[in-house]
């Protein structure tokens, strides 16, 4: 039964149904049923939350991810797998111990800082070796999210073993001339020229370096004292050798400990010497991250996508997202996996035209910043509180709450005569939560979504429908503690100033740090305070991750420092 408060907006509501679908004159993909009045009214109750196992947020996130370093060292297993390119005339790094063009895949570093690592040279004074690998055409490539490059047994490797083994193998996380053996065995017919991933900064593995690149030879100077190799009594401090090159790197101690022995893990500081490869790494960390590999959203694949890999559903439940990976798909996921890549990879339908990242940028924007400030503002209440402190800080969080629905704030929505009704914000709530998409959802274009395209629909729908369930909600409860006497003034209340708001402030803050949590963006991931210029905020990785405790723990940032210290004054 309608509430009686539930009869005023209704006129109202279908007028804007009905405009609405008179402004879209093409031809519906699908009929606009999911517009009908009824369906309304339960769809945009506020009090309906996602279910447990939904994914469009993860998609949404992941998405918004991709090339970037900084949430891709947090979050190490990767979930997507997507076809790009490498365009020509970009120049990549590949260092080595002679001159020689390999005959065999090797890998590629984007910036130079990285593959100088690997430079190396037969005596003290011969030099090293780089080659400068310039793309002449463009290089198709598959990215892989995540630190797909990080040497760990636990999830990072999961989504290119399923293309380089067809299953998960942890026990191979330090096979890595197998790998990309396989890799490239795999791609070959599909024409595949590389792939790409990241650890402490991003990397190409090219599988043929006789075809679509020009290769150069450099000599360059080598480290001070006869070349890479940190002497086993070598002097500590700036200047000594971090990376013992010359020694076999194929298994995880010896690769490990050289990485190790070098950068003092236990200490705040990083050292002056070698630490530049992790220094490149840093400018890509975030939006738009490394644009030198250009990827194509209408191609993804997400193991996030529950239709096209149910068997991890189960996997993931109950399981933080820091603890997911793909481990425990079925075999016949796997297959419909490698199957849809290949398909992806040749077939070249060109989509929608929509801007995805420009989109989920876009929402991540508007929503980021003030949903931050309302977490700061409610983190700073306190039991102690007086009356009109609480007060000031409700006023200033309704402030933010405003700011947010202002685009959704129809004229006609109106507080009910019932104060227990939330009925009345779901025009609002709808507005809010679709005004990006419907139209992609019911016009045309609809029919011209890829599959991959519908994936990142879905994830940005169900995103910023719960962002404007939550945000809605706290609104409404300001506006029924009284916050907006103008709008509306409950009848309970007398004198403004007596009443306390602590407990709207309580629930505000529940529900604003549940949805942060849910959301969990990476744009919020930082340190705090923020990093003087002589540090650098840093989460702990593959690696360099020795503070981190063990593989699976969560990595949290937080300042080192970018150079020795000297005279124990700072630097
Ligand atoms: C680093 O700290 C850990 C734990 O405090 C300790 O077990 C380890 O020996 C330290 N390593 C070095 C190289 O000092
Ligand atoms: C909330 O406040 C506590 C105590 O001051 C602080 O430790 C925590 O980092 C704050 N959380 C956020 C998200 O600001």
Request: with cysteine.
């Amino acid at each position: 039964m309608l509430l009686p408060s539930l009869k005023k907006f209704l006129v109202p509501l279908l007028a804007v149904t009905l405009v609405k679908a008179a402004q879209i004159p093409f031809v519906l993909n699908k009929p606009l049923t999911i517009s009908t009045l009824e369906e309304d009214c339960d769809k945009w109750d506020i009090n309906v939350a996602p279910s447990e196992i939904d994914t469009g947020h993860l998609v949404f996130e992941t998405v918004n991810s991709f090339m970037q370093h900084w949430p891709n060292t947090r979050y190490r297993n990767g979930h997507n797998v997507v076809p790009g390119v490498v365009p020509p005339g970009t120049v990549l790094y590949h260092g080595r111990g002679d001159m020689n063009t390999p005959t065999n895949p090797e890998w590629l570093a984007t910036d130079p800082e990285h593959s100088y690592m690997f430079c190396r040279g037969q005596t003290a004074d011969s030099g090293c070796w780089q080659l400068t690998v310039t793309a002449i055409r463009p290089l198709k490539i598959i990215y892989f999210d995540g630190s797909a490059a990080a040497k760990m047994p636990d999830g990072s490797m999961d989504s290119q073993d399923i293309l380089a083994y067809g299953k998960v193998v942890p026990e191979k996380y330090f096979s890595e001339r197998e790998r990309i053996k396989n890799l490239c065995e795999w791609g070959k017919d599909l024409n595949i020229d590389g792939f790409v991933r990241m650890e402490m900064d991003f990397e190409v593995m090219l599988c043929n370096f006789n075809e679509g690149v020009l290769v150069e030879p450099v000599n360059l100077r080598a480290r001070p004292r006869g070349g890479p190799g940190r002497r086993p009594d070598g002097p500590r401090g700036p200047g000594r050798h971090w990376h013992n090159y010359l020694a076999p790197v194929e298994t995880p101690s010896n690769y490990e400990s050289a990485y190790a022995v070098s950068l003092d893990v236990n200490s705040s500081t990083l050292p002056n010497s070698g630490f530049d490869g992790f220094q490149s790494g840093s400018w890509h960390r975030y939006y738009p991250g490394d644009t030198r590999i250009q990827l194509d959203l209408t191609r993804l694949v997400s193991f996030y996508d529950t239709s096209l890999v149910p068997s991890l559903v189960a996997e993931r439940y109950g399981k933080e997202r820091i603890k997911h990976r793909l481990l425990g798909i079925s075999l016949e996921d796997i297959q419909t996996v490698v199957w849809k890549i290949e398909e992806l990879s040749t077939v070249s339908d060109p989509g929608s035209g929509v801007d995805w990242a420009t989109l989920i940028r876009l929402i991540v924007k508007r929503f980021s910043e003030r949903l931050e400030m309302v977490q700061f503002i409610l983190n700073s209440t306190n039991p102690d509180n007086s009356v009109t402190e609480n007060r000031v800080l409700a006023e200033n969080v309704q402030v933010q709450l405003i700011a947010m629905l202002q685009p959704y704030m129809l004229s006609t929505i109106k507080p009910p005569l019932d104060p227990t009704s939330s009925q009345w914000v779901s025009p609002m709530y709808k507005l809010c939560a679709t005004t990006y998409t419907s139209y992609i959802t019911e016009s045309s274009l609809n029919s011209r979504l890829t599959s991959s395209e519908k994936l990142i629909l879905v994830g940005v729908g169900k995103t910023t429908r719960e962002i404007c369930r939550i945000v809605t909600g706290l609104w409404l409860d300001g506006v029924m503690a009284g916050l907006e006497p103008d709008f509306y003034k409950p009848s309970t209340i007398g004198d403004e100033d007596d009443v306390d708001l602590g407990l709207l402030l309580s629930s505000w803050k529940t529900r604003i740090f549940g949805l942060m949590k849910w959301l969990d963006w990476s744009v919020w991931l930082k340190c705090r305070p923020t990093c003087g210029l002589e540090e650098i905020c840093s989460l702990p990785t593959w690696p360099f991750r020795r503070d981190s405790g063990g593989d699976s723990d969560d990595p949290q940032p937080k300042c080192v420092r970018r150079m020795a210290s000297f005279g124990g004054q700072g630097f």
